[in-house]
């Protein structure tokens, strides 16, 4: 069965420090799609990063940065020089090779970056 | 480009009463997908169209629920009776179709079943 763990509930974090996010995934196929999204306070859900499995390449965005290590089955998710904004609930998620898309996702971290 | 959108934002309702909700995707866009995300946890998969045809429905869609996508373009997602259970935010997301394609999210629409 497909599953997304992401054993961080709450991070709690002083502007200007880095953060990780942790993402653990199981799944079978050997295609498969990984994904962050970040959710303000205001609901949406929006859209940060896509992996595919074949990509092993971590990729920076800015203050963004990840991690995709296969062989842990981890996509971790590093802010650098945090600042209040990036105040949110962050999910993984994953998309497995099939047809269908749907997303399966993890129960969220909170994190909280404090002035 | 306009986005994701969902009417209404909120809904308040009394239990036993029938409720219907909006998705209107990206324009472009031939799959729309339903979630629901409950207080603390992460996004449930509900339901998903491509085109008008509806591929896939979650065991978490009881019958009291029905999902439509009638001419390929906007959808609505009807919960009848309510109950209580029912409460949570109601996402929709489109995305064009392709092996791991992204999807982008509408800004929800949170029911409150009293």
């Known amino acids: 069965a497909q599953k997304v763990t992401q054993a961080q509930t709450e991070i709690s974090v002083v502007e200007k420090e880095d953060v990780t996010l942790d993402c653990v995934y199981e799944t079978r196929d050997t295609t498969y799609y990984l994904f962050w999204y970040k959710q303000p306070p205001s609901g949406e859900l929006v859209f940060l990063i896509r992996r595919n499995s074949f990509d092993e390449q971590n990729e920076i965005s800015g203050r963004y940065s990840w991690n995709f290590q296969k062989s842990t089955s981890s996509f971790n998710f590093t802010i650098t020089a945090s600042q209040v904004v990036d105040s949110a609930v962050y999910f993984c998620?994953?998309?497995?090779?099939?047809?269908?898309?749907?997303?399966?996702f993890g129960q969220g971290t909170t994190l909280q970056v404090k002035p | 480009d306009t986005g994701v959108s969902q009417d209404p934002r909120h809904k308040i309702t009394k239990r036993g009463q029938n409720v219907t909700f909006r998705c209107d995707p990206i324009?472009?866009?031939?799959?729309l997908y339903w979630y629901r995300q409950t207080l603390g946890q992460g996004p449930e998969f509900l339901t998903y169209?491509?085109?008008?045809?509806?591929?896939?429905k979650s065991r978490l869609l009881s019958d009291r629920f029905s999902a439509e996508r009638p001419k390929g373009s906007f959808s609505t997602l009807e919960i009848q009776r309510t109950e209580q259970g029912d409460s949570a935010m109601y996402l929709c997301?489109?995305?064009?179709?392709?092996?791991?394609?992204?999807?982008?999210f509408g800004p929800g629409t949170r029911l409150l079943v009293l």
């Open positions: 324009s472009e866009h031939n799959r």
């Open positions: 998620a994953l998309s497995e090779g099939s047809n269908t898309g749907k997303l399966i």
């Open positions: 169209f491509q085109n008008e045809a509806q591929l896939e």
């Open positions: 997301a489109s995305s064009l179709v392709g092996t791991g394609e992204t999807q982008y």
